[in-house]
């Protein structure tokens, strides 16, 4: 596991509350809700006959990477946390094809391109999440694909508002004290997706969707769980159609650089 060091001291890593951290993401409904959505979007790139070279930027404790791999690809994640990469390399060392390095994204400088960049929950931990987009696109070859995912502010104001939870609402979304595992940079998909348009005209935007369009807005909370089949059913049904996918907690693009 190779070290860099990190030129964003003010981002979110996760040392100290790592297995935590494991455990809010894939130990939960809306955990395991994300994770099957995003398999259920790049199933055509994880199935592919074609072996490619991924990156999973910012992938945390590997469970995407792992998916990646066990289907063929060559992966490298990186991470800023060296916690979080000790439970990757726990996960990952049942394959071969995957290979693992701390050091924050903007610090990313590889030579070869990758044909898949994966960057799913990081743009709500970090100060810059354009930056990161900006230097993402410089590592993907071309013809090559970038997955990102990232924490729905719309969303997340659309849920408050329900809750009736309006001086969060007043104070911009941001609370006196800031829970570690609760992101505090959610972006606006309009805005993401304007300022690809804008800035990448060589990209296209190939897919978007909302993540966790209903499961989060559920009333009864124990159908969350009872009834999660329905729910994942619902969500592929309706995750990449309109009006549904602006009320997704988490917005998901495919974006494509052209040959």
Not at 18 to 27: H, L, Q, S, T, V
Not at 109 to 136: G, N, R, T
Not at 194 to 213: L, S, W
Request: hydrophobic share 40%.
């Amino acid at each position: 596991m190779k070290d860099k060091k990190l030129v964003t001291p003010t981002d979110t890593f996760f040392n100290g509350i790592a297995n935590k951290f494991d455990n809010n993401i894939y130990g939960t409904s809306k955990g395991r809700l994300r994770h099957q959505m995003l398999l259920h979007y790049l199933s055509a790139i994880i199935h592919s006959p074609e072996s490619y070279r991924v990156l999973d930027a910012g992938g945390g404790t590997g469970m995407m990477s792992l998916e990646f791999a066990q289907a063929g690809h060559d992966v490298t994640l990186c991470d800023g946390s060296d916690e979080v990469l000790n439970i990757a390399k726990q996960r990952l060392a049942v394959t071969a094809n995957a290979s693992i390095e701390q050091t924050d994204i903007l610090s990313l400088d590889y030579s070869e391109h990758f044909d898949v960049i994966l960057c799913h929950a990081v743009l709500e931990w970090v100060q810059q999440p354009m930056m990161i987009v900006d230097k993402l696109f410089t590592q993907l070859r071309k013809g090559g694909r970038l997955s990102l995912t990232f924490f729905n502010r719309d969303a997340a104001l659309f849920n408050n508002a329900i809750w009736g939870n309006f001086d969060y609402i007043d104070a911009g979304l941001k609370a006196r004290n800031q829970v570690r595992l609760n992101p505090h940079n959610a972006q606006r998909p309009s805005e993401m997706i304007q300022y690809i348009k804008d800035k990448y005209p060589q990209f296209t935007i190939e897919h978007k969707a909302g993540i966790r369009c209903f499961h989060d807005y559920l009333q009864d909370r124990t159908k969350q769980v009872d009834e999660y089949d329905k729910i994942l059913q619902l969500e592929m049904k309706y995750g990449a159609t309109e009006p549904y996918m602006w009320l997704g907690k988490y917005f998901h693009l495919i974006i494509k650089k052209s040959e």
